[in-house]
């Protein structure tokens, strides 16, 4: 298979390596937008910037420049932007006859102080601006830097196409990464997004050291929150227990190589949110979706406390122990949906 892989943070160089390594032997090139960062993963053959001290393999080619000269013959084309890109990604690749399938996990931005525009999941925003698109998006429980040492992984190709499904199976579907396919994209969409915003809750909890029982229950409740969303606009209740719904909150809530958890951590450290963002110097989605997950989740009738505190936090109208005390301070309720 071609295979193109647009954007060359840790996750599309990540998802790259393990293309050029199936034992199929794809041809795959990763583009760069950057062309200076392009020139150094071709002199030093690793991704100093987003991925280091992992070598690129040696079949991996980068490109940088116009990528529009990249796609046509292409088999598969993956998009490996963060949310905030996705919009003009798939704009440019208007008229693309391969399958196209996303990477990104989150809602595009609200607007800040506005409540009647609301931001998109990555599908809404293709059926809006690119409908002719065969798409979907590749997700579930993966931090970059095990896959691109090869570890072994678990992924979900979610896309109401089979061909866009078949095409994600096809190239990386390997003995180092199993690929599940799903047609529920809204759910595989919503688990992505949500547990970004569930993970800085409990980096927080944890940075506040509030001990083992209280992330048990952040995760639980916060699975509950994600899958009353998800199933508010349409998502499937099994996807939420699947591998892009409890299996990638329980990795993201709580594996020290998620840049969400490591947010709520460093606000709990009493870093600023600004100063907790740069010094990550890596995309943390769960920043720039919570509130759009809170507005939609109000639209739709949909109670989300937990998503709620992390907003509030983030806004700066909560301290962290603020945001506990606002959590454990409300009233008795019913564990069932
Ligand atoms: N890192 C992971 O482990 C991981 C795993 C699964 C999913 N994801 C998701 O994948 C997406 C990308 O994450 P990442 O870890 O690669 O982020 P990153 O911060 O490591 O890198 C982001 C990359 O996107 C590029 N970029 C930003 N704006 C762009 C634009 N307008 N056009 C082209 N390129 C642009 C940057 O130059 C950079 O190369 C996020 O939505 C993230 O949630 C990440
Ligand atoms: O590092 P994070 O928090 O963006 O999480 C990375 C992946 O989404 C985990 O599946």
């Known amino acids: 298979m071609k295979i193109i892989v647009l954007g060359a943070g840790a996750w599309g160089t990540a998802v790259a390596m393990s293309a050029a390594q199936h034992p199929a032997g794809h041809a795959v090139t990763l583009w760069a937008r950057d062309a200076a960062q392009a020139d150094q993963m071709r002199a030093e053959r690793q991704n100093t910037r987003y991925l280091p001290r992992i070598p690129l393999p040696p079949s991996l080619t980068v490109a940088d420049g116009a990528f529009a000269t990249l796609w046509p013959g292409a088999d598969l084309v993956i998009v490996a932007t963060p949310m905030a890109a996705l919009r003009g990604m798939l704009q440019a690749l208007r008229g693309c006859a391969a399958p196209v399938a996303w990477l990104c996990k989150g809602f595009e931005a609200a607007a800040a102080g506005s409540s009647d525009t609301f931001g998109l999941l990555a599908h809404e925003i293709q059926a809006l601006v690119a409908p002719e698109l065969i798409a979907g998006v590749f997700s579930g429980p993966s931090f970059a830097q095990e ?21 994600l199976v096809s190239a990386f579907h390997s003995p180092s990464v199993r690929v599940y396919a799903n047609e529920d994209i809204v759910g595989v969409e919503v688990g ?11 980096g927080l909890c944890d940075g ?22 998800g199933l508010a606009l349409g998502a499937r209740p099994d996807t939420f227990m699947g591998l892009s719904g409890l299996g990638d909150l329980v990795l993201t809530a709580t594996g020290d190589l998620s840049r969400n958890r490591r947010v709520g951590m460093l606000l709990a450290e009493g870093k600023t949110l600004q100063q907790a963002v740069e010094s990550l110097g890596h995309v943390a989605e769960g920043v720039y979706s919570a509130r759009t997950v809170a507005q939609r989740a109000a639209a739709l009738g949909v ?14 109208q909560l301290t962290p122990s603020d945001a506990v005390v606002t959590l454990m301070g409300r009233g008795p309720a019913s564990e069932l949906m």
């Open 303 to 316: 109670d989300m406390p937990i998503t709620r505190a992390v907003v509030a936090l983030l806004d700066g």
């Open 147 to 167: 896959v691109a040492l090869g570890q072994p992984t678990a992924l979900v190709a979610a896309s109401a196409h089979a061909k866009v499904r078949d095409a």
């Open 208 to 229: 506040l050291e509030l001990g083992l029982n209280a992330r048990a229950a952040l995760i639980t409740r916060g699975l509950a929150e994600m899958t009353r969303l």
């Open 192 to 202: 992505g997004a949500v547990k970004n915003v569930l993970a800085i809750a409990t």
